[in-house]
Protein backbone atom coordinates (compact mmCIF):
# COMPACT_ATOMS: atom_id res chain seq x y z
CA UNK A 1 0.00 0.00 0.00
CA UNK A 2 2.54 1.99 0.58
CA UNK A 3 5.54 0.82 -2.28
CA UNK A 4 5.84 4.60 -3.68
CA UNK A 5 6.21 6.43 -0.32
CA UNK A 6 9.24 8.77 -0.27
CA UNK A 7 8.67 11.38 1.78
CA UNK A 8 8.12 12.21 5.13
CA UNK A 9 7.64 15.63 7.15
CA UNK A 10 7.78 15.69 10.28
CA UNK A 11 6.14 18.52 12.21
CA UNK A 12 8.03 18.44 15.22
CA UNK A 13 6.63 20.66 17.47
CA UNK A 14 4.58 24.13 17.41
CA UNK A 15 6.75 25.34 20.28
CA UNK A 16 8.93 28.64 18.63
CA UNK A 17 11.12 30.91 20.31
CA UNK A 18 10.02 33.70 17.62
CA UNK A 19 6.98 35.48 17.06
CA UNK A 20 6.94 36.17 13.57
CA UNK A 21 4.11 38.78 11.78
CA UNK A 22 3.05 36.71 9.06
CA UNK A 23 3.23 33.25 10.48
CA UNK A 24 -0.28 31.14 10.73
CA UNK A 25 1.13 28.46 13.47
CA UNK A 26 -0.70 29.09 16.60
CA UNK A 27 2.13 28.45 19.30
CA UNK A 28 1.48 25.50 21.83
CA UNK A 29 3.94 23.33 24.06
CA UNK A 30 2.79 20.07 22.21
CA UNK A 31 5.94 17.82 20.23
CA UNK A 32 5.36 14.76 18.55
CA UNK A 33 6.34 11.55 20.63
CA UNK A 34 9.25 9.14 19.80
CA UNK A 35 7.42 6.36 19.31
CA UNK A 36 5.06 7.50 16.68
CA UNK A 37 7.56 8.90 14.72
CA UNK A 38 9.66 5.40 14.80
CA UNK A 39 5.72 3.73 13.35
CA UNK A 40 6.47 6.31 10.77
CA UNK A 41 9.34 5.36 9.41
CA UNK A 42 8.77 1.76 9.51
CA UNK A 43 6.13 2.39 6.60
CA UNK A 44 8.22 4.83 4.74
CA UNK A 45 11.55 2.32 4.93
CA UNK A 46 9.39 -0.93 3.57
CA UNK A 47 8.69 1.64 0.52
CA UNK A 48 10.24 0.12 -2.51
CA UNK A 49 12.00 3.85 -2.99
CA UNK A 50 15.99 3.57 -3.11
CA UNK A 51 16.20 6.91 -2.06
CA UNK A 52 13.73 8.17 0.70
CA UNK A 53 13.76 11.55 2.76
CA UNK A 54 12.56 12.76 5.95
CA UNK A 55 12.35 16.82 6.77
CA UNK A 56 11.74 18.16 10.27
CA UNK A 57 9.78 21.31 10.39
CA UNK A 58 7.74 23.38 12.76
CA UNK A 59 7.60 25.70 14.92
CA UNK A 60 11.16 25.93 15.54
CA UNK A 61 12.23 22.64 14.82
CA UNK A 62 15.57 22.62 16.39
CA UNK A 63 13.89 23.33 20.04
CA UNK A 64 13.50 19.72 20.26
CA UNK A 65 16.99 18.27 18.72
CA UNK A 66 17.73 15.85 20.88
CA UNK A 67 14.67 14.08 19.74
CA UNK A 68 15.00 14.90 16.04
CA UNK A 69 18.43 13.04 16.93
CA UNK A 70 17.05 10.31 18.37
CA UNK A 71 14.77 9.94 14.91
CA UNK A 72 17.70 9.94 12.93
CA UNK A 73 19.52 7.22 14.40
CA UNK A 74 16.63 4.85 14.74
CA UNK A 75 15.88 5.68 10.82
CA UNK A 76 19.99 5.24 10.03
CA UNK A 77 19.60 1.86 11.93
CA UNK A 78 16.71 0.54 10.34
CA UNK A 79 18.04 1.22 6.66
CA UNK A 80 21.68 -0.27 7.24
CA UNK A 81 20.79 -2.77 5.57
CA UNK A 82 18.18 -2.22 2.91
CA UNK A 83 20.32 -0.45 0.44
CA UNK A 84 18.52 2.63 0.90
CA UNK A 85 19.96 5.91 0.46
CA UNK A 86 18.54 8.63 2.76
CA UNK A 87 18.53 12.31 3.30
CA UNK A 88 17.67 14.31 6.19
CA UNK A 89 16.81 18.20 5.88
CA UNK A 90 15.68 20.93 8.75
CA UNK A 91 13.47 23.75 8.07
CA UNK A 92 14.91 26.72 10.82
CA UNK A 93 14.50 30.16 11.77
CA UNK A 94 18.17 29.88 12.40
CA UNK A 95 18.00 31.55 15.70
CA UNK A 96 18.63 28.35 18.22
CA UNK A 97 21.63 26.37 17.85
CA UNK A 98 24.10 25.07 20.56
CA UNK A 99 27.08 22.89 19.91
CA UNK A 100 24.87 19.84 20.33
CA UNK A 101 23.24 20.92 17.38
CA UNK A 102 26.13 21.63 15.22
CA UNK A 103 27.62 18.06 15.89
CA UNK A 104 24.29 16.38 15.05
CA UNK A 105 24.44 18.63 11.60
CA UNK A 106 27.90 17.72 11.32
CA UNK A 107 27.56 13.73 11.68
CA UNK A 108 24.84 13.13 10.14
CA UNK A 109 24.92 14.99 7.23
CA UNK A 110 21.40 17.04 7.82
CA UNK A 111 21.06 19.52 5.47
CA UNK A 112 20.00 23.01 6.52
CA UNK A 113 17.59 25.99 5.56
CA UNK A 114 17.54 28.60 7.13
CA UNK A 115 14.87 31.23 6.62
CA UNK A 116 16.20 34.60 6.01
CA UNK A 117 13.98 37.29 4.82
CA UNK A 118 16.56 39.33 3.20
CA UNK A 119 18.45 42.52 4.48
CA UNK A 120 18.60 43.01 8.67
CA UNK A 121 15.67 46.23 8.32
CA UNK A 122 13.57 44.19 5.84
CA UNK A 123 13.77 41.00 7.95
CA UNK A 124 13.47 42.69 11.19
CA UNK A 125 10.18 43.80 9.96
CA UNK A 126 8.50 40.70 10.76
CA UNK A 127 11.12 38.10 12.51
CA UNK A 128 10.96 38.99 15.64
CA UNK A 129 11.63 37.57 18.85
CA UNK A 130 8.96 37.01 21.82
CA UNK A 131 9.77 40.13 22.94
CA UNK A 132 9.91 42.38 19.61
CA UNK A 133 13.57 42.35 18.96
CA UNK A 134 14.15 41.52 15.58
CA UNK A 135 16.18 38.48 14.88
CA UNK A 136 18.79 39.25 12.02
CA UNK A 137 21.91 39.60 13.95
CA UNK A 138 21.21 36.38 15.79
CA UNK A 139 20.57 34.76 12.51
CA UNK A 140 23.68 35.87 10.64
CA UNK A 141 25.84 34.76 13.11
CA UNK A 142 24.26 31.31 13.57
CA UNK A 143 24.21 30.95 9.56
CA UNK A 144 28.38 31.25 9.79
CA UNK A 145 28.59 28.67 12.38
CA UNK A 146 26.80 26.44 10.38
CA UNK A 147 28.97 26.88 7.62
CA UNK A 148 31.89 26.57 9.94
CA UNK A 149 30.78 22.73 10.78
CA UNK A 150 29.50 22.00 6.91
CA UNK A 151 30.11 23.39 3.50
CA UNK A 152 26.54 25.10 2.58
CA UNK A 153 23.12 26.37 3.78
CA UNK A 154 20.49 26.71 1.95
CA UNK A 155 18.63 30.26 2.78
CA UNK A 156 14.29 30.66 2.17
CA UNK A 157 13.27 34.32 1.48
CA UNK A 158 9.53 35.37 1.35
CA UNK A 159 8.96 38.22 -0.28
CA UNK A 160 6.42 40.56 -1.46
CA UNK A 161 6.26 41.96 -5.18
CA UNK A 162 5.60 45.37 -3.06
CA UNK A 163 9.07 45.38 -1.86
CA UNK A 164 11.46 47.94 -2.41
CA UNK A 165 14.45 46.35 -1.39
CA UNK A 166 14.73 42.89 -3.10
CA UNK A 167 17.78 44.15 -4.54
CA UNK A 168 19.82 44.67 -1.67
CA UNK A 169 17.76 41.66 0.52
CA UNK A 170 18.82 39.49 -2.43
CA UNK A 171 22.52 41.24 -2.11
CA UNK A 172 22.73 40.05 1.51
CA UNK A 173 21.75 36.42 1.24
CA UNK A 174 24.28 36.15 -1.44
CA UNK A 175 27.33 37.87 0.94
CA UNK A 176 25.84 35.50 3.89
CA UNK A 177 26.99 32.47 2.27
CA UNK A 178 24.18 30.92 0.13
CA UNK A 179 24.72 27.56 -1.38
CA UNK A 180 20.76 27.88 -3.06
CA UNK A 181 18.45 30.66 -2.39
CA UNK A 182 14.96 29.79 -2.72
CA UNK A 183 12.50 32.68 -3.86
CA UNK A 184 8.67 32.70 -2.53
CA UNK A 185 6.08 34.35 -3.02
CA UNK A 186 4.40 35.48 0.41
CA UNK A 187 1.24 33.04 -0.27
CA UNK A 188 -0.86 35.34 1.46
CA UNK A 189 -0.32 37.88 -1.60
CA UNK A 190 -1.22 35.55 -3.71
CA UNK A 191 -4.25 36.59 -4.59
CA UNK A 192 -3.50 41.01 -4.26
CA UNK A 193 -4.18 42.69 -7.67
CA UNK A 194 -1.02 43.77 -8.94
CA UNK A 195 -1.07 47.17 -11.12
CA UNK A 196 1.05 46.82 -14.30
CA UNK A 197 3.50 49.18 -13.21
CA UNK A 198 4.63 47.42 -9.83
CA UNK A 199 4.68 44.80 -11.59
CA UNK A 200 6.94 45.20 -14.20
CA UNK A 201 9.34 47.03 -12.24
CA UNK A 202 9.56 44.05 -10.08
CA UNK A 203 10.51 41.71 -13.12
CA UNK A 204 12.98 44.53 -14.21
CA UNK A 205 14.75 44.60 -10.70
CA UNK A 206 15.35 41.06 -10.02
CA UNK A 207 16.04 40.53 -13.54
CA UNK A 208 18.69 43.20 -13.59
CA UNK A 209 19.85 41.93 -10.67
CA UNK A 210 20.86 38.74 -12.02
CA UNK A 211 22.13 39.75 -15.16
CA UNK A 212 24.38 42.12 -12.97
CA UNK A 213 25.46 39.70 -10.74
CA UNK A 214 26.43 37.21 -13.99
CA UNK A 215 28.26 39.96 -15.71
CA UNK A 216 30.38 40.83 -13.18
CA UNK A 217 31.20 37.25 -11.72
CA UNK A 218 30.61 35.15 -14.56
CA UNK A 219 28.90 32.78 -12.75
CA UNK A 220 25.37 31.99 -11.95
CA UNK A 221 23.83 33.35 -8.61
CA UNK A 222 22.21 30.82 -6.42
CA UNK A 223 18.72 31.31 -7.06
CA UNK A 224 17.47 28.00 -7.59
CA UNK A 225 14.22 28.64 -9.06
CA UNK A 226 15.63 30.75 -12.12
CA UNK A 227 18.17 28.60 -12.68
CA UNK A 228 15.80 26.01 -13.16
CA UNK A 229 13.84 28.14 -15.13
CA UNK A 230 16.31 29.14 -17.66
CA UNK A 231 18.00 25.85 -18.11
CA UNK A 232 14.29 24.55 -19.79
CA UNK A 233 14.85 27.64 -21.47
CA UNK A 234 18.35 26.14 -23.18
CA UNK A 235 16.29 22.98 -23.30
CA UNK A 236 13.44 24.03 -25.28
CA UNK A 237 15.55 26.42 -27.65
CA UNK A 238 18.11 23.81 -28.44
CA UNK A 239 15.94 20.47 -28.38
CA UNK A 240 12.76 21.82 -28.56
CA UNK A 241 12.10 19.96 -24.73
CA UNK A 242 8.44 21.31 -23.58
CA UNK A 243 8.44 21.23 -19.60
CA UNK A 244 5.88 18.67 -19.13
CA UNK A 245 2.84 19.69 -16.71
CA UNK A 246 1.84 17.62 -13.36
CA UNK A 247 0.56 18.47 -10.05
CA UNK A 248 1.30 17.46 -6.62
CA UNK A 249 0.83 14.06 -5.61
CA UNK A 250 -0.16 14.95 -2.00
CA UNK A 251 -2.08 11.90 -0.24
CA UNK A 252 -1.22 9.39 -3.18
CA UNK A 253 1.00 7.51 -1.62
CA UNK A 254 4.52 9.70 -2.08
CA UNK A 255 4.50 12.22 0.85
CA UNK A 256 3.00 12.54 4.31
CA UNK A 257 3.18 14.91 7.48
CA UNK A 258 3.10 14.01 10.69
CA UNK A 259 2.07 16.70 13.62
CA UNK A 260 3.17 17.51 16.97
CA UNK A 261 -0.53 15.37 17.78
CA UNK A 262 0.81 12.39 15.91
CA UNK A 263 -1.67 13.12 13.46
CA UNK A 264 -1.01 12.06 9.70
CA UNK A 265 -1.93 14.40 7.14
CA UNK A 266 -1.03 14.53 2.80
CA UNK A 267 1.11 17.35 3.63
CA UNK A 268 1.43 20.35 5.92
CA UNK A 269 -0.87 22.42 4.47
CA UNK A 270 -3.34 19.86 5.96
CA UNK A 271 -2.60 20.46 9.25
CA UNK A 272 -5.12 19.99 11.64
CA UNK A 273 -7.70 19.77 9.04
CA UNK A 274 -9.29 16.94 10.79
CA UNK A 275 -11.03 15.84 7.59
CA UNK A 276 -8.35 15.01 5.61
CA UNK A 277 -6.11 13.01 8.63
CA UNK A 278 -5.52 9.90 7.82
CA UNK A 279 -5.65 8.95 11.37
CA UNK A 280 -2.69 8.87 13.90
CA UNK A 281 0.77 6.79 13.94
CA UNK A 282 -0.57 4.45 15.69
CA UNK A 283 -4.35 4.32 14.36
CA UNK A 284 -3.87 4.63 10.69
CA UNK A 285 -6.88 5.12 8.61
CA UNK A 286 -6.48 2.77 5.72
CA UNK A 287 -9.79 2.74 4.37
CA UNK A 288 -9.70 6.56 4.30
CA UNK A 289 -6.60 6.69 2.89
CA UNK A 290 -7.29 4.39 -0.42
CA UNK A 291 -10.38 6.56 -0.66
CA UNK A 292 -8.33 9.91 -1.32
CA UNK A 293 -6.03 8.04 -3.11
CA UNK A 294 -7.97 7.17 -5.92
CA UNK A 295 -9.37 10.68 -5.55
CA UNK A 296 -6.53 12.09 -5.87
CA UNK A 297 -5.28 10.16 -8.39
CA UNK A 298 -8.59 10.31 -10.74
CA UNK A 299 -7.68 14.61 -10.59
CA UNK A 300 -6.86 15.66 -13.74
CA UNK A 301 -6.71 19.41 -14.61
CA UNK A 302 -7.67 20.79 -18.49
CA UNK A 303 -4.20 21.54 -19.37
CA UNK A 304 -5.80 23.23 -22.37
CA UNK A 305 -6.65 26.19 -20.50
CA UNK A 306 -2.64 26.74 -20.37
CA UNK A 307 -2.32 26.52 -24.65
CA UNK A 308 -1.84 30.21 -24.90
CA UNK A 309 0.04 31.10 -22.03
CA UNK A 310 3.06 33.10 -22.53
CA UNK A 311 4.99 30.64 -20.05
CA UNK A 312 3.15 27.56 -21.34
CA UNK A 313 6.97 25.93 -22.60
CA UNK A 314 8.87 25.88 -19.86
CA UNK A 315 6.15 26.71 -16.80
CA UNK A 316 7.92 25.37 -13.59
CA UNK A 317 3.78 24.85 -11.97
CA UNK A 318 2.90 22.00 -10.37
CA UNK A 319 -0.47 22.16 -9.54
CA UNK A 320 -0.75 22.34 -5.38
CA UNK A 321 -4.35 20.83 -4.23
CA UNK A 322 -3.15 22.21 -0.79
CA UNK A 323 -2.72 25.88 -2.01
CA UNK A 324 -6.36 25.53 -3.89
CA UNK A 325 -7.84 24.50 -0.74
CA UNK A 326 -6.23 27.99 0.94
CA UNK A 327 -8.10 29.92 -1.78
CA UNK A 328 -10.84 28.29 -2.88
CA UNK A 329 -11.87 25.83 -0.02
CA UNK A 330 -11.40 22.49 -2.46
CA UNK A 331 -8.51 20.90 -3.19
CA UNK A 332 -9.58 20.09 -6.55
CA UNK A 333 -10.73 23.57 -7.51
CA UNK A 334 -7.90 25.54 -9.09
CA UNK A 335 -7.84 29.34 -9.34
CA UNK A 336 -4.75 29.49 -10.78
CA UNK A 337 -3.20 30.90 -7.93
CA UNK A 338 -0.08 28.92 -8.61
CA UNK A 339 -0.07 30.54 -11.80
CA UNK A 340 0.55 34.10 -10.48
CA UNK A 341 3.42 33.31 -8.95
CA UNK A 342 4.61 31.15 -11.93
CA UNK A 343 4.08 33.85 -14.39
CA UNK A 344 6.31 36.43 -12.25
CA UNK A 345 9.39 33.66 -12.07
CA UNK A 346 8.55 33.15 -16.09
CA UNK A 347 8.91 36.49 -16.77
CA UNK A 348 11.73 37.42 -15.10
CA UNK A 349 13.85 34.39 -16.32
CA UNK A 350 12.44 35.23 -20.13
CA UNK A 351 14.10 38.86 -19.52
CA UNK A 352 17.61 36.82 -18.24
CA UNK A 353 17.28 34.62 -21.08
CA UNK A 354 16.89 36.95 -23.87
CA UNK A 355 19.74 39.59 -22.46
CA UNK A 356 22.46 36.93 -21.91
CA UNK A 357 21.26 33.75 -24.16
CA UNK A 358 24.25 34.87 -26.89
CA UNK A 359 27.19 34.69 -23.79
CA UNK A 360 29.24 31.20 -24.37
CA UNK A 361 29.88 31.18 -20.44
CA UNK A 362 26.38 31.59 -19.41
CA UNK A 363 24.79 29.03 -21.92
CA UNK A 364 27.73 27.00 -20.47
CA UNK A 365 26.61 27.43 -17.12
CA UNK A 366 23.25 26.50 -17.92
CA UNK A 367 23.79 23.65 -19.70
CA UNK A 368 25.49 22.13 -16.16
CA UNK A 369 22.12 23.26 -14.19
CA UNK A 370 20.61 19.65 -12.88
CA UNK A 371 17.09 19.06 -14.22
CA UNK A 372 16.10 16.89 -11.88
CA UNK A 373 12.94 17.36 -9.14
CA UNK A 374 13.94 18.77 -5.81
CA UNK A 375 12.12 16.42 -2.93
CA UNK A 376 13.78 17.73 0.09
Same mark, same amino acid.
Given at each position: ????? *???????????????????? +???????????????????????????????????????????????????????????????????????????????????????????????????????????????? &?????????????? *???????????????????? =??????? +???????????????????????????????????????????????????????????????????????????????? /??????????????????????????????? =???????????? /?? +??? *???????????????????????????????? &?????????????????????????????? *????????
Amino acid at each position: MFDSL *EKITFWITDRCNLRCKYCPV +KKSTKTISFSDAKKLIDILIKSNRKRIYIAFSGGEPLIEHKLIKRIIKYANKETIHKKKRISYRVITNGTFLNADILSMIKEYDLQVTVSVDGSRRTHNRNRVFKNGKGSYD &CVKKNIRRILDTKS *EVDLALVFDIYSKSIVQDLD =NLITLGA +KNISLDLNIYHYNRGYDKNTYDGFIKKIAGWYIKFFEKNKKLPSVLRLNRLLARSYDYEQFGIVTRKSFCKFGAGEYFCI /DENSKVYPCFFYKNKKEFSFGSAKNFDTAKY =NMFRVMNLSFCR /DF +KKC *ENCRANKICDKNICPGINLFTTGNSFTDDFTL &CRSALLFFDVSNKVWTRLKNDKKFLWLIKK *EPREKIII
